[in-house]
């Protein structure tokens, strides 16, 4: 299994962009790079998916370099409503493989 | 759809004693998957469920059974709670089992071991 490696936490203010970066320096061929979003008392929330290169959806974009040892999970102009811990997954579409969820990256975002 | 629905969303038991922590989905999902999440810990996955009528460990499944009802049903049983069970426990689902597949979350149980 992938071990993924992202910052403990970050600060930001409204309206700013965030950059939140993953290392996943051991990731597989067949691994797919998963970011989930997690409010206090809810459990967590799917927002993008990525296997290489650029994905953006109305949540966010993930960039991934082409040696995927990494990936950058991209918020513009963020709200008080994105503070949440996010998540970097990594993991294969073969059955038996659990998904491991690390401490994740506690965004606060302020006025 | 309610996705995926929890009971009970709190629960304080005493040592010793036993409940069981129910999820349904209405998404016809195949897998289905228990967790456990610590104060300032990320999740932990308990046992997992690839289809009906199967059930795999995941990391931490000492203290714990399942059982997979149905295809809309996954159930967590504490058969003697210990204090070192107090955590939140979440129930998901997703359409297969595979690394790569989206999980959807249920709102979590808050259970308290005295």
């Known amino acids: 299994l992938a071990k993924t490696t992202q910052p403990i936490s970050m600060d930001s203010y409204e309206g700013q962009e965030v950059n939140i970066t993953c290392s996943h320096n051991?990731?597989?061929?067949?691994?797919?790079i998963t970011w989930y979003q997690q409010f206090p008392s809810q459990g967590p929330r799917f927002i993008i998916q990525g296997y290489k290169t650029k994905v953006t959806n109305e949540v966010a974009s993930l960039f991934i370099p082409a040696d995927r040892k990494s990936s950058t999970l991209s918020l513009p102009r963020v709200s008080l409503s994105d503070t949440a811990v996010y998540y970097c997954?990594?993991?294969?579409?073969?059955?038996?493989?659990?998904?491991?969820f690390g401490k994740g990256t506690t965004l606060s975002v302020s006025s | 759809n309610a996705g995926v629905t929890q009971t009970p969303k709190f629960q304080v038991l005493k040592t010793g004693q036993s409940m069981t922590l129910q999820c349904a989905q209405d998404m016809n999902h195949n897998s289905m998957y228990w967790y456990r999440q610590d104060p300032g810990m990320g999740l932990r996955l308990i046992y997992y469920s690839a289809s009906e009528g199967t059930t795999d460990k995941g990391e931490v499944p000492n203290g714990y059974n399942v059982s997979r009802l149905n295809k809309r049903e996954f159930s967590l049983r504490l058969e003697s709670a210990a204090p070192s069970q107090t955590s939140v426990y979440f129930c998901a689902s997703s359409e297969d089992r595979a690394g790569g597949e989206t999980q959807y979350f249920g709102p979590g149980t808050r259970l308290l071991v005295l």
């Open positions: 997954l990594v993991g294969d579409n073969q059955a038996g493989t659990a998904l491991i």
């Open positions: 051991n990731i597989a061929t067949n691994d797919y």
